[in-house]
T-cell receptor
Framework: AQTVTQSQPEMSVQEAETVTLSCTYD???????LFWYKQPPSRQMILVIR??????QNATENRFSVNFQKAAKSFSLKISDSQLGDTAMYFC???????????FGPGTRLSVLP | DAGITQSPRYKITETGRQVTLMCHQT?????MFWYRQDLGHGLRLIYY???????DKGEVPDGYVVSRSKTENFPLTLESATRSQTSVYFC????????????FGPGTRLTVL
């Protein structure tokens, strides 16, 4: 079974700085998909970024980018120019190929400080 | 553009009572999911459905029942609620196909006394 680990329960960053959230996973699959979801205080789950394991290029969405290290089974999220609205829980999630179900990590609570 | 809705948003019940959480989506997505969110565990899958009348267990199905008679609805029933089922419940939906984004409802906070 797949497992997803987020080793940082809480983090904080100053507004406009850069922060990196860690995620590691365990799988025997060679192809799969990885996601980062954001959950602000409103509780709404919002997709931040998605990565396909067979693509070597790291995904980027505006201020959000990932560092995908397949051999190390690591999928970290970098947030540049942090904004107050980035304050949220961030969940890393794994999906098998031809699957529809997520396995989520326990989450990292990020606070952006003014 | 209603998207995906859940009702009720908050519910307090007592041990042993039956509770049904409702989920409705307007996109005609094939797949629907129920998760529970607990501190330290992230979101864990309870049940999912690939289409009307097709459901399957997830990671934590015990104590829950689902049905899907219509594509747009996916109710979750706790037949005899227990305190350990106090949680925040999220419904989600997605189109069929690999790596499609799941769209989440706003969640239902359930407290079992």
């Amino acid at each position: 079974a797949q497992t997803v680990t987020q080793s940082q329960p809480e983090m904080s960053v100053q507004e406009a700085e850069t922060v990196t959230l860690s995620c590691t996973y365990d799988t025997s699959e060679s192809n799969y998909y990885l996601f980062w979801y954001k959950q602000p205080p409103s509780r709404q789950m919002i997709l931040v970024i998605r990565q396909e394991a067979y693509k070597q290029q790291n995904a980027t969405e505006n201020r959000f980018s990932v560092n995908f290290q397949k051999a190390a089974k690591s999928f970290s999220l970098k947030i540049s120019d942090s904004q107050l609205g980035d304050t949220a829980m961030y969940f890393c999630a794994f999906m098998k190929p031809y699957g529809q179900n997520f396995v989520f990590g326990p989450g990292t609570r990020l606070s952006v400080l003014p | 553009d209603a998207g995906i809705t859940q009702s009720p948003r908050y519910k307090i019940t007592e041990t042993g009572r039956q509770v049904t959480l409702m989920c409705h989506q307007t996109w005609s997505h094939s797949y629907m999911f129920w998760y529970r969110q607990d501190l330290g565990h992230g979101l864990r899958l309870i049940y999912y459905s690939a289409a009307a009348d097709i459901t399957d267990k997830g990671e934590v199905p015990d104590g829950y029942v689902v049905s899907r008679s219509k594509t747009e609805n996916f109710p979750l029933t706790l037949e005899s609620a227990t305190r350990s089922q106090t949680s925040v419940y999220f419904c989600a939906s997605s189109e069929a196909g690999a790596a499609n984004e799941q769209f989440f409802g706003p969640g239902t906070r359930l407290t079992v006394l």
